[in-house]
């Protein structure tokens, strides 16, 4: 299976700051159709999972503008431009390229400052 | 609006069974595949299985194989997640997604 690690596993970010997490996979996830299925979610407190990037860099509708992803082969950046209060939560990477089975990162968490 | 709401979790003993459904709406149901994926605090997000948007092809964790069997009904719109054998290590929240949609989970507790 592909091990996903992702770091640090807790970020304190100033309001206004950047903010970004690391997910580094055991394998390389660049599928033979040229395509890389990494995503990234987001929890927060209290809710369910919600995909915020698929593919590496493509948001999902309604994501706003400064999430952004970026990476290849093994190697894979979230960052967030301008941390706001609503961003407050756990962020999580998943392969979809080497299933079954799918895997996640162990999750970051984001707090305030 | 696109709404996954999961239920059938609930407290029981070890070596019994439970069955968890997912009911759909807002989207066209038979053209979906979809995932259990469960969460605890202790090993996070694990996806547990997967059946395609025909119920043709399915696949599981191996920490759920031979115990737990995924199934769909497209007629009725619903996902079902029929766990055998259970162990306390089956605890956690179940969420039925698309990765797209999630439901908001269903806690299944494993405890004597």
């Known amino acids: 299976d592909v091990v996903m690690t992702q770091s640090p596993l807790s970020l304190t970010v100033t309001l206004g700051q950047p903010a970004s997490i690391s997910c580094r996979s055991s394998q390389s996830l660049l599928y033979s159709d040229g395509n890389t299925y990494l995503d990234w979610f987001q929890q927060r407190p209290g809710q369910s999972p919600r995909r915020l990037i698929y593919?590496?860099?493509n948001r999902d509708s309604g994501v706003p503008d400064r999430f952004s992803g970026s990476g290849s082969g093994s190697d894979f950046t979230l960052k967030i431009s301008r941390v706001e209060a609503e961003d407050v939560g756990v962020y999580y990477c998943m392969q979809g390229t080497h299933w079954p089975p799918w895997t996640f990162g162990q999750g970051t968490k984001v707090e305030i400052k | 609006q696109v709404q996954l709401v999961e239920s059938g979790g609930g407290v029981v003993q070890p070596g019994r069974s439970l069955r968890l459904s997912c009911a759909v709406s807002g989207l066209t149901f038979r053209n979906y595949n979809l995932h259990w994926v469960r969460q605890t605090p202790g090993r996070g997000l694990e996806w547990v299985a997967l059946i395609y948007y025909d119920g043709t092809t399915k696949y599981y964790a191996d920490s759920v194989k031979g115990r737990f069997t995924i199934s769909r009904d497209n007629s009725k719109n619903t996902l079902y997640l029929q766990m055998n054998s259970l162990r306390a290590e089956d605890t956690a929240v179940y969420y039925c997604?698309?990765?797209?949609?999630w439901g908001q989970g269903t806690l299944v507790t494993v405890s004597s």
């Open positions: 593919e590496v860099s």
């Open positions: 997604t698309s990765y797209v949609y």
